[in-house]
């Protein structure tokens, strides 16, 4: 089965709101990282986050290793923002070799 | 400031034909090197890492090869393309020095199989 679950699948906002996206591992895990993938598909790494809480902007993650999950809170959400979000784990198993992607949070943000 | 540059930008090649795809990091010493992939609509999938040159570990089989002749360099091959190598390639790099890192990521190569 699939070791990252990325929720919700999408996720429609009006601009101002705010909106959380979750990511949850099957494994253990070393690290983890939030990505902005851009329509053309480049990634843009939004969070590098292997524990605890970090913001930028108004955008904050919060990664709970030990309980196998992290968080992305978007606050006061504008159109710029749209676009899909992923998230992706270093497993223990892979001694920082790889990374594991999720399926990605799609975000619509209209006006 | 690293720089990654990844080559061509997007190719369209017939099924059975070779195909060869560049990735080159400026900026850096002794990366770690990762090629990944994308079907459209689908989930990145690492291929491929390499930790030093000449030394390439195999993540994901799809009939493809990787090499890297130079310490900032990362090649993507195969002799013979098949219709499902379709989709989006990206190189990717990090620094390890004992602790996990942070990867960064290329502007990606789109490839169509026709």
């Known amino acids: 089965g699939q070791q990252v679950q990325q929720s919700p699948t999408s996720l429609v906002l009006q601009e101002g709101e705010n909106a959380e996206l979750q990511c949850n591992f099957s494994t253990s895990l070393n690290s983890m990282q939030w990505f902005y993938q851009r329509p053309g598909g480049s990634l843009i790494s939004v969070f590098y986050n292997p524990s605890g809480t970090k913001q930028s902007g108004r955008l904050t993650s919060t990664t709970v290793i030990k309980e196998r999950r992290s968080s992305l809170h978007i606050s006061s959400s504008q159109i710029t923002d749209s676009g899909t979000y992923l998230c992706a784990m270093e497993p223990s198993y892979q001694g920082g070799r790889a990374l594991i992607f999720g399926t990605g949070t799609t975000v619509s943000v209209s006006p | 400031a690293q720089t990654i540059h990844q080559w061509p930008v997007a190719e369209i090649k017939a099924v059975g034909s070779p195909l060869s795809l560049g990735c080159t990091i400026k900026g850096k010493s002794s990366p770690n090197l990762y090629w990944y992939w994308q079907a459209t609509g689908g989930t990145l999938q690492q291929l491929f890492y390499?930790?030093?040159?000449?030394?390439v570990e195999s993540v994901v089989q799809l009939n493809l090869s990787a090499s890297r002749p130079k310490d900032d360099q990362f090649i993507l091959s195969t002799e013979k393309l098949l219709l499902s190598h379709s989709g989006f390639y990206l190189c990717?790099?990090?620094?390890?020095?004992?602790?996990?890192?942070?990867?960064?990521f290329g502007p990606g190569t789109r490839l169509t199989v026709l």
């Open positions: 990717a790099w990090s620094l390890w020095g004992g602790v996990y890192a942070e990867q960064f």
């Open positions: 390499s930790i030093t040159v000449g030394q």
